[in-house]
């Protein structure tokens, strides 16, 4: 069974980075497209940052130039590096993937959501 597991989250003054991991476990056999999420307390989930793999990521404009997502096949794991990161940066930040797995003598692809992390940007 395919579980996402994020970290990297947690408080930072503003001005600085973190970055956040998800991976994934379970026999994965190809990672189509990763998306980061994230929502603040009383607003709606917006999408972060996404990618397909092979092709040039796509961001949200209050976020370009300062988070780059990227993954590691060999490790299952995808990233988000945020940099120069700001009060209204802060939000519970979700990964969700894309991806072939085989379980139970089959393949199947479907798109998975990790657990969320906690950004607390401080000014």
């Known amino acids: 069974q395919v579980q996402l597991v994020e970290s990297g989250g947690g408080l930072v003054q503003a001005g600085g980075s973190l970055r956040l991991s998800c991976t994934a476990s379970g026999i994965i056999l190809h990672i189509n497209k990763v998306k980061w999420y994230r929502q603040a307390p009383g607003k709606q989930r917006e999408l972060v940052a996404e990618?397909?793999?092979?092709?040039?990521?796509n961001y949200a404009e209050h976020v370009k130039g300062r988070f780059i997502i990227s993954q590691d096949n060999a490790k299952k794991t995808v990233y988000l590096q945020m940099n120069s990161l700001k009060p209204e940066d802060t939000a519970v930040y979700y990964c969700?993937?894309?991806?072939?797995?085989?379980?139970?003598?089959?393949?199947?692809?479907?798109?998975?959501w990790g657990q969320g992390t906690q950004v607390t940007v401080s000014s």
């Open positions: 969700n993937l894309d991806l072939a797995a085989a379980q139970d003598m089959s393949i199947s692809r479907n798109e998975h």
């Open positions: 990618m397909t793999t092979g092709s040039s990521p």
